[in-house]
């Protein structure tokens, strides 16, 4: 009996992760394991990378992998094309959730950019909250943009984090250990005690961390705003009953049948 690969990590996932559950499909989900503890969730569950397209590939061959559904973060970049190509190796169907990107408002102060390393020269102000998550921090450690150092014009940087870091992270930084989704009352808050003066942030989309961006508006605070990273060409959906309904299409994976039967979705 063929298994769904759900590759996981975002609030959709999880709720798509009810779904399959409850719906009898047999599915495992996967976890990065970029995080210490990570969410419960209603189906068998692996951590950890998979060694790359060909790893990836043995693994799909060797667990009975019918389909896979991505629904990792939209910067997750490398797991995602890895995971197209490894569908197309496999001639496995393959369907994204993909939450649509977050779009500026009357009153948003955005200025966009396309990768770290460009946010890095556009931060406005000395106290800066890096809302990026902890693996792209290095593009802040120094150099004109980042302003490093401890003199009176060093730029201070604010960073939330899900698990409390081993040792600091980033020169000149305070940090806050949460996890999301987070409320506007409490990234008003937040912003406040710290004198934030500009916001950086990866417009990922979905409602888990946008208090942030209703809270810079109303502070009216500059946001710098870095765009998604390009992913290989893929189905998209944006629900989870998207999702469902695009299994629904091949077959009752409840049932037994094979990898063949989904290829016809």
């Not at 569950?45 to 389909?67: M, S």
């Not at 961006?213 to 998604?228: K, N």
Request: proline share 6%; hydrophobic share 50%.
């Amino acid at each position: 009996m063929s298994r769904i690969l759900l590759l996981g990590g975002t609030t959709e996932a999880g709720a798509l992760a009810q779904a399959l559950a409850g719906a009898g499909i047999a599915a495992v989900y996967s976890y990065a394991g970029a995080v210490a503890a990570p969410r419960s969730q209603p189906l068998p569950v692996r951590v950890g990378g998979f060694g790359g397209i060909a790893g990836l590939c043995a693994y799909c061959r060797a667990e009975g992998i019918g389909a896979i559904i991505d629904a990792t973060h939209p910067f997750a970049a490398q797991m995602s094309n890895h995971a197209v190509a490894a569908a197309a190796a496999l001639g496995l169907p393959l369907a994204a959730l993909e939450r649509p990107p977050w779009q500026p408002v009357a009153g948003d102060r955005w200025i966009g950019v396309a990768s770290m390393a460009e946010a890095a020269q556009h931060l406005v102000g000395r106290r800066v909250f890096l809302g990026i998550g902890r693996n792209e921090l290095a593009a802040f450690g120094g150099g004109d943009g980042a302003q490093a150092g401890s003199g009176p014009r060093a730029r201070r940087f604010l960073l939330r984090l899900v698990d409390p870091p081993q040792s600091p992270p980033l020169a000149n930084a305070d940090w806050v250990v949460a996890r999301g989704p987070f409320t506007l009352a409490g990234d008003l808050a937040l912003l406040r005690a710290h004198d934030i003066t500009c916001i950086v942030s990866k417009n990922a989309g979905g409602s888990g961390a946008y208090a942030k961006i209703e809270a810079a508006r109303a502070l009216s605070l500059p946001v710098v705003m870095v765009a998604r990273p390009q992913i290989a060409p893929r189905l998209s959906f944006a629900t989870v009953a998207g999702v469902m309904g695009w299994l629904a299409q091949g077959a009752a994976l409840g049932a037994a049948h094979n990898a063949g039967q989904l290829r016809g979705v």
